[in-house]
């Protein structure tokens, strides 16, 4: 594989090796971005549920939805699963935010006596391309996993479907927790790279040191892919998040875009209309044919603009299809404030 040549300084565009293009329908990707955690002790439930997006009530064997949890001003600084495994939960952070993550989560968890959050040294995630490596791990029980959020109990962890993308192709994780690591040598490996363009083309949002606490849940479409729990009651940011939710109050949220460069853009990178910053670039990925895909949050009155990145003169974004609705968008009120 390619690496794409490194930006100067300054320059707008990711360090990502060249994704395939078209993603690769069969394989795996090791998931060296992530780690997984481990929150155990008498008091897990009641320390995720007052700071977690997710109902911990409905976490149950078989449902491993995910869940975001946020500032008192309802600002995203997590995005996550999170995975019932026996009395405890096991959640997946980004290893470049897992530190600061933790120690923000922490805070409230010293509330918790016996309670601990500790990484699972010796675990891993895979992506999976297509069904054919689940349906190997699976047999017959894949038929179980209907929708994202659908898991299923290994002897080695769990394996999860997540959302497809846009164009059709099914994706699996799976969670290695405890014990031998499954053998996935039978189909060919393939780079985390093609693992985050399958992310961009299925529209999940992914946060950075560069977007960390810069959005609403909402933004990000988190509740479009089954993050959001809006009657669970009360947790840190909710009363922002809920009020956004009930008032109708979103005014841009996530969409995903072409750029025919491989030059891609820098999460945080403005957005522009013109002059005017309508947004901001959330994640990138260069391909090998050429071009990048991201995904941007951008204001819902601009969308429909030429639209282009701030540092990237000339390129203008083609927008792309996200494998779910976004019906905010439709109805949402715009002012300037």
């Known amino acids: 594989m390619t690496d794409a040549a490194p930006p100067a300084s300054g320059d707008p565009r990711s360090t990502l090796p060249n994704a395939a293009s078209p993603l690769p329908e069969t394989g795996w990707a090791k998931l060296g971005n992530r780690v997984l955690v481990r929150i155990s002790g008498p008091g897990t439930d009641k320390f995720l549920q007052g700071q977690f997006s997710q109902n ?102 769990y394996l999860i479907r997540v959302e497809p993308t846009a164009e059709g192709l099914s994706r699996f994780e799976l969670w290695h927790t405890a014990g031998k690591a499954p053998a996935l040598d039978a189909s060919e490996e393939r780079s985390l790279a093609d693992w985050q363009a399958s992310e961009i083309a299925a529209g999940i949002a992914a946060l950075t040191a560069q977007t960390l606490e810069a959005f609403v849940p909402q933004m990000l479409n988190w509740q479009h892919v089954g993050g959001i729990h809006f009657k669970k009651g009360c947790y840190t940011g909710q009363e922002v998040i809920a009020r956004m939710h009930f008032l109708g109050q979103l005014k841009k949220s996530l969409y995903r875009f072409q750029l025919d460069t491989a030059d891609a853009p820098e999460p945080g990178r403005s957005i522009l209309a013109g002059d005017r910053s309508v947004g901001s670039v959330v994640n990138s990925v260069p ?44 109805k949402s009120p715009q002012t300037d404030t």
């Open 287 to 330: 391909l090998k044919n050429g071009t990048c895909e991201l995904l941007a949050v951008v204001r819902h009155d601009a969308a429909d603009a030429d639209l282009t990145v701030d540092g990237l003169a000339g390129q203008t974004l083609t927008p792309l299809p996200l494998p779910y609705a976004v019906p905010e968008r439709e």
């Open 56 to 157: 911990l009530d409905e976490v149950v064997a078989g449902y491993s939805p995910r869940a975001a949890a946020a500032t008192p001003k309802g600002r995203a600084y997590c995005l996550t699963r999170v995975v019932r495994d026996g009395d405890d939960i096991v959640m997946d952070l980004d290893s470049a935010l897992a530190e600061s993550t933790l120690g923000q989560l922490r805070k409230y968890l010293m509330l918790f006596r016996g309670t601990s959050a500790d990484p699972v040294t010796d675990g891993c995630i895979f992506g999976l391309f297509g069904d054919s490596d689940a349906q190997r791990l699976a047999g017959q029980a894949l038929s179980e996993l209907k929708k994202p959020g659908d898991s299923l109990a290994l002897d080695s962890g």
